[in-house]
């Protein structure tokens, strides 16, 4: 069976455990509800806030977001700088994977000089950090670069008239794919991110003069995709990627929590899976491994720690109601990064079942922290992990299952795995974008691709 598939029958089998929780009434005033909420978006022209925060940029509220920086910085050039976004980072202080990736990768930029983390309000251009030798507010210029870093989808309408701005100063704009899961698997991204994605993919992503994958495997999923779904005003003729860092900023004011401090203590060895409760990080066939060893009285302490999310009420049930919770399956929801560092470091595998990914953090953090990793046969676990991970069969609770008997066996190795740091990923990327330094140009451009120069999974031929 074809990787895809297999997800797909997955995905349908998790969406109708789901629909058998919900009453038959609740389901139908849901839909409605829905219905009448996007006609309602649609008559006062907020549906770009599909989050449900609709708050207009205010330009106080925005400024007091900023963060102050101490000591030397070098101030930026004057020609052709490069500004990296940071809007949704800047706006909403989350602290989900992109996020992580925006604030390291503009920590070191900014440190060194290199580009200029900015926030968008209202059309104009800001610093999103405080400090003596930056300037509150840019105009563009010719020759500048803007790469839109951060994930522009949630307010995506407010990037077109940047669209415009750069168009008009002959500023090169780039943007940055993460994934494309929501075009190749709606039914795992929730319905309103699925939504807000396709509006940026169509109306500023393919406007980008270039795009920086997060890895290999994203690239070639979109040249892939561009041939069974080719884009008419496509502008885009550079593509390139970029590897991501590991070593996460050891700085934290935080201290890990009571409660994982004293599990920590109680718990000295345990397997672990880390992302949010969502269907493509496929939580059901890890659960469903461990269960079978449990059934065999196997002790082993499985442990999730990642937010709940969409689509997943009846698996949240089944892990709060489960026999072994709370005694040999742990589910924390609200995991600090001081918490998640104590969780890697004495973790004796990292589990890592999902089924779409554009690099996949946790796998790096574990390998980071000295944890095995289990994970996911998918191309691109196969690119960041290498030889340092066993994989499983994808969707296969069984195989799964004997790698996780197999850890009995494992030597845990001394030292880290070679890993890039975040100094090296940024430098990777600023020089690609100032020496043009793309993997793929205009002359090797996808749209220039046939159907034999792809193998039968949709990728380019070695």
Same mark, same amino acid.
């Given at each position: ?50 989050? &449900? ?15 102050? $920086? ?7 050039? $004057? ?12 706006? @909403? ?35 999103? %950090? +405080? ?11 010719? &020759? ?8 522009? #989808?949630? *307010? #995506? ?12 100063? /002959? ?34 992503? *393919? ?40 070593? %996460? ?28 409760? /969502? ?45 072994? @919770? ?40 574990? $390998? ?49 795995? +070679? ?18 330094? @793309? ?5 090797? #451009? ?17």
């Amino acid at each position: 069976m074809k990787q895809k598939t297999k997800i797909e029958a997955f995905l349908r089998e998790e969406l109708a455990r789901e629909h058998r929780q919900e009453h038959p009434l609740f389901i139908s005033l849901k839909s409605r509800a829905q219905e009448f909420f996007w006609t309602l978006s649609r008559i006062f022209g907020f549906s770009h806030w599909h989050d &449900g925060r609709w708050r207009a940029p205010d330009a106080q509220q925005a400024a007091a977001l900023r963060s102050d $920086l101490f000591g030397d910085i070098p101030a930026p050039a $004057l020609t052709r700088r490069l500004f990296i976004d940071m809007t949704a980072t800047h706006r @909403y202080q989350k602290h989900t994977g992109v996020q992580r990736v925006v604030r390291e990768i503009a920590r070191v930029c900014v440190m060194s000089g290199s580009a200029i983390p900015i926030f968008i309000e209202n059309g104009r251009i800001f610093s999103h %950090f +405080r400090h003596e030798n930056l300037p509150d507010e840019f105009d563009l210029s010719s &020759g500048d670069r803007f790469f839109l870093l951060d994930s522009g #989808w949630g *307010s #995506w309408q407010e990037y077109l008239n940047l669209v415009v701005q750069a168009r008009a100063a /002959e500023v090169k704009l780039i943007g940055c794919l993460y994934d494309i899961i929501p075009l190749l698997y709606p039914d795992a991204v929730e319905e309103a991110n699925c939504a807000a994605f396709h509006q940026w993919f169509a109306h500023v992503l *393919s406007q980008c003069d270039a795009l920086i994958c997060i890895s290999k495997s994203v690239a070639l999923d979109y040249l892939a995709y561009l041939q069974e779904m080719p884009i008419q005003d496509l502008r885009t003729r550079q593509l390139g990627w970029f590897p991501l860092g590991a070593d %996460f900023e050891t700085k934290n004011i935080l201290a890990p929590t009571p409660v994982v401090e004293e599990f920590i203590t109680k718990n000295q060895s345990f397997f672990l899976s880390v992302g949010t409760i /969502e269907p493509r990080k496929a939580y059901p066939i890890a659960l469903a491994a461990f269960e079978t060893l449990w059934a065999q009285g196997d002790a082993r302490i499985y442990v999730i720690v990642g937010r709940a999310g969409w689509n997943t009420v009846a698996l949240q049930k089944a892990i709060k109601s489960h026999a072994e @919770y709370g005694r040999r399956l742990y589910w924390f929801a609200d995991a600090n990064d001081a918490d998640l560092r104590l969780f890697y470091q004495h973790a004796q595998a990292l589990v890592f079942p999902s089924f779409a990914e554009g690099f996949g953090m946790p796998l790096v953090e574990a $390998l980071y922290y000295g944890a095995s990793v289990i994970a996911s046969d998918i191309p691109v676990f196969r690119e960041v992990g290498g030889d340092d991970v066993r994989y499983f069969s994808l969707l296969d609770a069984d195989s799964l299952q004997k790698e996780i008997l197999a850890t009995d066996q494992m030597v845990k190795k001394k030292g880290r795995p +070679r890993l890039i740091s975040w100094q090296e990923s940024a430098s990777h990327l600023v020089d690609m974008i100032n020496h043009d330094s @793309y993997q793929i140009n205009q002359s090797q #451009w996808a749209g220039h691709f046939s159907r034999q120069d792809l193998s039968e999974e949709g990728r380019i031929k070695n």
